[in-house]
């Protein structure tokens, strides 16, 4: 039986406007392993975030397939969660009425998902915070909170798009560290699209590197770092990221 979750299969999209058909990616095809963190990197623009929104079932691809668990993607699945650069959360809810919205959204708001969102609070230093406001979190709070309302439901990948570039730099440290430990500690599958390089490599079992547009794969890089118990910290720290890193930025090839 295989073990990879996630099987993209050649798949490219095109969009029409008014200036004629834009090629956004073609021919992309990679697999992830259950349990796995994969990232996206690839210059503004190439389509990364159209790719998860493929992978996700929200948009249907020019040509290719997406799998997931052995089932073609032709519509979105309760096996995918998505968290996006802002938090979206409510103001006028408590950080309580925001994590349970998907719940109540799928109308399975049963005794045992609210025991398990409460274990969650609880789990992951949310529960004395139960009853605020957003306004009333820190960013790194309104994120854990975010991805908390995101777990609720029990997906079994998340889809990470940009989830920390709205925060300053130090909180987003803070927060990358707080998240690969929810994320791992639960046990799920997380694809990630990130500009940040250094993120991307601190946090990820491979990293994923798309040409422009039209987006096709330049290299795969497996991230390999010999760290007792690994977090996105120490493997900022390690000897091999900065190799990991002048490696990735010359695939890129940013000229400004």
């Given at each position: 039986?295989?073990?990879?979750?996630?099987?993209?299969?050649?798949?490219?999209?095109?969009?029409?406007?008014?200036?004629?058909?834009i090629n956004a990616i073609k021919n992309i095809s990679f697999s992830?392993?259950?349990?796995?963190?994969?990232?996206?990197?690839?210059?503004?623009?190439?389509?990364?975030?159209?790719?998860?929104?493929?992978?996700?079932?929200?948009?249907?691809?020019?040509?290719?397939?997406?799998?997931?668990?052995?089932?073609?993607?032709?519509?979105?699945?309760?096996?995918?969660?998505?968290?996006?650069?802002?938090?979206?959360?409510?103001?006028?809810?408590?950080?309580?009425?925001?994590?349970?919205?998907?719940?109540?959204?799928?109308?399975?708001?049963?005794?045992?998902?609210?025991?398990f969102v409460f274990d969650l609070l609880k789990t992951y230093g949310?529960?004395?915070?139960?009853?605020?406001?957003?306004?009333?979190?820190?960013?790194?709070?309104?994120?854990?909170?975010?991805?908390?309302?995101?777990?609720?439901?029990?997906?079994?990948?998340?889809?990470?798009?940009?989830?920390?570039?709205?925060?300053?730099?130090?909180?987003?440290?803070?927060?990358?560290?707080?998240?690969?430990?929810?994320?791992?500690?639960?046990?799920?599958?997380?694809?990630?699209?990130?500009?940040?390089?250094?993120?991307?490599?601190?946090?990820?079992?491979?990293?994923?590197?798309?040409?422009?547009?039209?987006?096709?794969?330049k290299c795969i890089h497996e991230i390999i770092f010999d760290c007792?118990?690994?977090?996105?910290?120490?493997?900022?720290?390690?000897?091999?990221?900065?190799?990991?890193?002048?490696?990735?930025?010359?695939?890129?090839?940013?000229?400004?």
């Amino acid at each position: 039986m295989s073990k990879n979750i996630v099987d993209v299969q050649h798949v490219g999209m095109k969009y029409q406007s008014i200036n004629g058909e834009i090629n956004a990616i073609k021919n992309i095809s990679f697999s992830v392993e259950k349990g796995s963190f994969v990232s996206l990197v690839g210059p503004s623009g190439c389509g990364k975030s159209t790719l998860l929104s493929i992978i996700s079932g929200l948009l249907k691809p020019s040509s290719g397939k997406v799998f997931i668990e052995g089932e073609e993607v032709t519509k979105t699945s309760d096996k995918v969660g998505y968290m996006l650069q802002k938090d979206y959360l409510f103001d006028w809810r408590t950080i309580y009425q925001n994590v349970i919205l998907g719940l109540e959204i799928r109308k399975i708001l049963s005794p045992e998902n609210k025991d398990f969102v409460f274990d969650l609070l609880k789990t992951y230093g949310l529960y004395d915070f139960k009853d605020k406001y957003p306004s009333q979190l820190s960013g790194g709070m309104r994120q854990r909170a975010a991805l908390i309302r995101t777990l609720a439901v029990k997906p079994e990948i998340l889809l990470l798009d940009e989830a920390f570039s709205a925060l300053d730099y130090q909180t987003r440290l803070a927060v990358t560290e707080d998240i690969y430990s929810i994320i791992k500690s639960e046990n799920k599958t997380a694809i990630m699209v990130t500009h940040d390089i250094s993120e991307s490599i601190s946090m990820s079992d491979r990293v994923i590197v798309l040409t422009k547009r039209p987006a096709v794969i330049k290299c795969i890089h497996e991230i390999i770092f010999d760290c007792p118990k690994r977090t996105p910290l120490k493997c900022r720290e390690h000897p091999s990221f900065r190799e990991y890193f002048n490696t990735i930025w010359k695939e890129l090839d940013v000229h400004v």
